[in-house]
């Protein structure tokens, strides 16, 4: 059987496809290693964001962080990340992300996350179960001086609006 003309095109934007995809793909967020739990950030840009919201459903946590009414390419830098158990208050995991996304792979259980970004602390619940993917939301108030509070790429990103509309 001869492939019609719509194979043959197929066929050549595939092996076309291949040879120029892996050249085109971003790499991967390095995972990470903190007090035995592997994580992974990533998000700073569209590419990235993608990737890890595609990935997150294989990891035992997702958190997200973003600032409200944040201007779009302003990403939370430098997020103090602190995981611990709910009920006894151990600390489990502690971390800074400096993306906007932070994947861990928690062990089943109840946990209470603090997530600080210049200097100041957001706190949720966070209850991981078995091979379900869980997820808390994190989002600053905007009128928060994150320019003279801390987190270093958000004061640039201050500065460079500020700057922009004089």
Same mark, same amino acid.
């Given at each position: 059987m001869k492939p019609n003309r719509f194979g043959w095109a197929l066929v050549a934007m595939v092996i076309l !496809?291949? !040879?120029t995809s892996a050249q085109a793909l971003p790499s991967n967020p390095p995972i990470q290693l903190t007090q035995g739990i592997e994580y992974m950030c990533g998000g700073r840009n569209s590419a990235e964001a993608a990737f890890m919201r595609m990935v997150s459903p294989r990891w035992a946590a997702t958190l997200e962080f973003s600032v409200n009414r944040a201007k779009p390419g302003d990403v939370p830098d430098d997020v103090t990340v602190v995981v611990r158990e709910r009920y006894t208050g151990r600390p489990i995991m502690e971390a800074v992300a400096g993306a906007p996304?932070? @994947?861990a792979r928690l062990d089943p259980g109840a946990y209470e996350?603090?997530?600080?970004l210049g200097g100041v602390? @957001?706190?949720?619940a966070l209850t991981v179960f078995s091979g379900v993917a869980s997820r808390a939301v994190f989002v600053w108030p905007s009128?928060?001086?994150f320019a003279n509070a801390g987190g270093p790429r958000m004061a640039q990103q201050?500065?460079?609006v500020r700057g922009?509309?004089?």
């Open positions: !496809g291949a !040879g996304f932070m @994947l996350v603090d997530a600080t602390t @957001l706190r949720q009128n928060v001086d201050q500065a460079a922009s509309s004089d």
